[in-house]
């Protein structure tokens, strides 16, 4: 069983940056597709970015040049790197993985597995 977890979640202000962490609490995730999703109270998951384990990420069109995600140093860990944060940049925040090294479409019904997501708040 796979198990994702989030964390880095909280409340910061306009403007400020914020990271996520996604990591497997007993496999790692080195060598397979991690995305990102958010979900704002009343609307539906959006999928934000997917990244491969060869380097490779798609990013949505409503983050892009935003937000950014890499892998930490041992690669067991995706990061997701949220700049210039705004109000509507509030959500729950997922990881899921479909357990392969290919990124799929940014479809919620496409991923497999998922972490139980952390709350981020942009408010002043």
């Known amino acids: 069983q796979v198990h994702l977890v989030e964390s880095g979640g909280g409340l910061v202000r306009p403007g400020n940056t914020l990271s996520l962490s996604c990591g497997g609490s007993?496999?790692?995730?080195?060598?397979?597709?991690v995305a990102w999703f958010r979900q704002a109270p009343g609307k539906e998951r959006e999928g934000i970015s997917c990244?491969?384990?060869?380097?490779?990420?798609v990013y949505a069109d409503s983050v892009e040049g935003q937000f950014t995600t890499s892998r930490g140093n041992a690669k067991t860990t995706v990061k997701l790197k949220m700049t210039n944060l705004k109000p509507e940049d509030t959500a729950v925040y997922y990881c899921?993985?479909?357990?392969?090294?290919?990124?799929?479409?940014?479809?919620?019904?496409?991923?497999?597995?998922w972490g139980q997501g952390t709350q981020v708040t942009v408010s002043s």
């Open positions: 899921a993985t479909n357990w392969t090294p290919t990124c799929p479409a940014l479809w919620p019904q496409r991923f497999v597995y």
């Open positions: 007993v496999l790692t995730l080195e060598n397979v597709a």
């Open positions: 990244s491969s384990p060869d380097g490779r990420t």
